[in-house]
């Protein structure tokens, strides 16, 4: 087994560490406490090429693959998660979606602008629209509907909870065609924002990742082109857990990446502090707990690559609880979680905590 990173990946994590260094960490306390979306430093990754990392460059992307994207993903996520979620859905979820499953028409034009994260010298990224009031964890109980009218459909319905609601020029959006077929009656369509009966409603009022741009969205009769469904009729829930499957290593890098954050803030707290005549780093209370968060941030960082590497390389790597395999919907219907995935997400809450406790100790 090989755990040596290539020189082009190594390259891609000193850049990603590099910008967030110099583009995200100034003023980024301010715009999450202002929750002003950073515009400014998604257009810069753009110009890096990390808007459509594992995109064919034939549409724009770099052409990279998973494991340098999960490098990227952490080393952002340590200074600004807000940026680094906002990546990771228009990369992961509507550039990998559009990539496996879209036709050329679509490709041409909505992939290759998303990849490139600009378009006419604009900001011009993607939704993924899944979530909804009734359908959260059950993703197969979709209320928004897209009634077939010959040459296009008539979608109406609500998304909650969208990352890149208010900032999105395109949406993926899941909604029921055939009630009486269930996850098998759900359709995946590309809309514009722009178009006439999409509503952008409100903005979520958030803990955490404030500067994220979540809204509401709502549609009202909006006429959607039949050419701009994404594969077969009724391919859509199938479309949306594949998808996602993906997408769970970019917010498992993106867990990582602030507990690795949290871990070298903490660490670095503690060599300057002082207490009873030294650093406190050299009290075993408190080396202790860095070495417990040092352990947990080095298993998720394994299976994080473990995933992305799996991926790269042809292999099933949804984990255990995946509700779909081989285009079969599993026992636990609309849950799309990943064991690691949600390791990750518990070892970045942990070692947040313990960082939060290494400030108030001694």
């Known amino acids: 087994m090989q755990f040596q990173f290539t020189e082009e990946q ?7 560490r590099d910008f967030a260094r110099q583009q995200c960490l100034p003023g980024v306390i301010e715009r999450d406490e202002k929750q002003q979306f950073p515009k400014e430093q998604i257009l810069q990754l753009a110009d890096l090429g990390f808007m459509g990392m594992m995109v064919d460059p034939a549409y724009g992307g770099a052409g990279l693959d998973t494991v340098s994207y999960v490098l990227a993903m952490e080393e952002i996520s340590k200074l600004d998660a807000s940026t680094s979620v906002c990546m990771s ?4 979820l509507v550039c990998y979606g559009l990539q496996e499953y879209g036709t050329e028409q679509q490709k041409q034009q909505y992939l290759t602008p998303l990849a490139r994260g600009k378009k006419d010298n604009d900001l011009y990224i993607g939704a993924f629209m899944l979530s909804e009031p ?9 209320r928004t509907t897209a009634e077939d009218k ?12 969208i990352t890149n609601g ?23 369509l590309i809309v514009e924002k722009n178009w006439p009966g999409v509503v952008v409603a409100a903005k979520e009022n958030k803990m955490g990742i404030r500067a994220s741009d979540t809204h509401t969205v709502m549609f009202n009769d909006v006429k959607v082109p039949k050419e701009n469904r994404i594969g077969a009729d009724g391919f859509g829930f199938t479309f949306a857990m594949r998808t996602l499957a993906g997408g769970r290593i970019g917010i ?41 968060m040092a352990t947990r941030v080095d298993a998720a960082r394994l299976l994080c690559l473990k995933a992305a590497w799996q991926k790269d390389n042809g292999q099933f790597f949804y984990g255990q609880s995946i509700c779909l395999r081989d285009g079969h919907v599993g026992q636990h219907r609309g849950r799309s979680d990943t064991w690691w995935l949600r390791l990750c997400k ?13 400030h108030a100790n001694l």
């Open 166 to 188: 208010g900032t999105a020029s395109v949406y993926l959006v899941m909604a029921q065609t055939d009630p009486a077929k269930g996850p098998k009656g759900i359709n995946c």
């Open 89 to 92: 859905v228009n990369n992961s």
């Open 134 to 142: 009734e359908a959260g964890s059950d993703a197969t109980s979709q």
């Open 252 to 292: 498992a890098a993106q867990a990582l990446g602030i507990a690795s954050g949290s871990l070298e803030f903490s660490t670095s707290y503690a060599k300057t502090r002082k207490a009873f005549g030294t650093e406190i780093m050299n009290h075993q209370i408190i080396a202790f707990k860095l070495a417990d």
């Open 10 to 16: 190594l390259m891609i994590q000193q850049a990603a």
């Open 346 to 358: 518990r070892i970045s809450c942990r070692t947040i905590n313990a960082g939060c406790q290494d």
């Open 150 to 161: 010959g040459d296009h459909y008539l979608l109406n319905g609500t998304k909650n909870w």
